[in-house]
């Protein structure tokens, strides 16, 4: 077999499994757990997506990758749901070799039973109800406006992390990192974003009782201004153009990992926010007492999986602990880890977020001194959004 011979290099380091079929697939992976499933689209007795939807259901936590022609774009479009990663047939060795050695460091240095119990309890995640509507009318409309669609959806967490995910796949085969929605829809196109919405239910409109009273509206507006903020303060150290994409995309996606444990399990959400509410605590401390994980861990588990550009998944995993991650210069952690603090100190209602600017860490990238001038560009920011 082709993927055997491709991967005999990796014997010594990982223990695989080698199947034939679809239903040797299946029983393999009821008899025992596997970190990585990796699939051929076309198979006799069912399709990729087929095969990787029944193990979601036998083995949730497992990674699902699959692997696809360039004109199966039908395909693709199928094993959205069911798949976390998409890669091109002829498959590169190397490229399949680094997704799955991607997807295994994330399983290690996030190998958290909870954090897992809530990736794979989650079906989709929604949308903010007005984006979505908006967003919806415009793609029904006689002559739906790419450059309008791509604008909604950059304000949309669930929307935006989908598109990019669908984007960064090697099935699509764009050369470079794709981190700005408004890019994504016009490559990949406004067929197939029709079919994602309209045809599949990639997306759904969130119920707002998921998050409690106001708390959507507080996590979606908090998310663009960080998004706002990183990106002037990127501007503030010399970057610009598309190199700008991550830093605002990194800020809209940062707190997804909130949205993903309120849609796993909102019981256990709300009583975190209430608690948050009552006594004042980072909710991210919260979580973790109280669920095991944190939504920064969980927000870049699924980001990472779904082969997200690393800058936005290491910005959404340290953003509250900047100096435990491995980053030793200036780039998308730093701008949103600041710009996230600094919207809590200038939004005192914000009273279960953190507002602690971690100083060790700009040091060691070299901005300590520049703490005065990012705060500066981010109230600047926040001046030019008030209603006139």
Request: aromatic share 6%; net charge negative.
């Amino acid at each position: 077999m082709g993927l055997e011979r491709m991967l005999r290099p990796m014997r010594a380091i990982w223990e695989m499994e080698f199947v034939s079929s679809c239903e040797e697939a299946l029983l393999a992976a009821s008899e025992r757990s596997f970190d990585a499933v990796v699939t051929d689209m076309r198979m006799p007795g069912m399709t990729g997506a087929e095969l990787l939807d029944k193990i979601r259901e036998i083995s949730p936590q497992t990674v699902r990758i699959i692997l696809s022609g360039q004109a199966d774009r039908e395909s693709i479009l199928r094993s959205i749901a069911p798949a976390h990663q998409f890669l091109s047939k002829p498959c590169d060795p190397e490229q399949l070799r680094s997704a799955l050695e991607r997807a295994m460091a994330l399983t290690e240095l996030l190998n958290n039973a909870p954090l897992k119990r809530f990736i794979s309890q989650l079906k989709r995640i929604p949308s903010l109800p007005l984006l979505y509507h908006e967003f919806t009318r415009e793609l029904n409309s006689a002559d739906p406006s790419a450059s309008r669609l791509g604008e909604l959806i950059s304000q949309d967490m669930a929307m935006t992390a989908k598109l990019l995910q669908l984007a960064n796949s090697a099935a699509y085969g764009f050369r470079q990192e794709i981190s700005d929605p408004r890019q994504a829809v016009i490559l990949i196109g406004l067929d197939t974003i029709q079919a994602m919405v309209l045809s599949l239910s990639i997306f759904s409109a969130l119920d707002p009782s998921l998050l409690g009273p106001n708390e959507s509206d507080r996590l979606w507006e908090h998310s663009i201004r960080v998004g706002k903020y990183a990106k002037a303060i990127a501007r503030s150290e010399g970057i610009a153009g598309r190199d700008l994409a991550p830093f605002e995309s990194a800020g809209l996606l940062h707190d997804i990992g909130k949205l993903i444990i309120a849609s796993a399990d909102p019981r256990e959400y709300r009583r975190v926010l209430e608690l948050a509410a009552s006594t004042g605590t980072d909710q991210s401390h919260l979580e973790l007492e109280i669920l095991g994980c944190n939504h920064a861990a969980v927000g870049a588990y699924l980001l990472g999986i779904w082969g997200l550009p690393a800058a936005i998944v290491e910005a959404t995993a340290w953003n509250h602990n900047p100096s435990g991650s491995p980053i030793r210069e200036f780039g998308p952690l730093a701008a949103i880890h600041a710009a996230s603090a600094y919207d809590a100190q200038m939004h005192p209602a914000l009273t279960n977020m953190d507002s602690y600017v971690d100083k060790e860490f700009l040091e060691r990238i070299g901005c300590a001194e520049r703490q005065d001038t990012w705060m500066e560009q981010c109230r600047k920011v926040l001046e030019e959004d008030r209603p006139k």
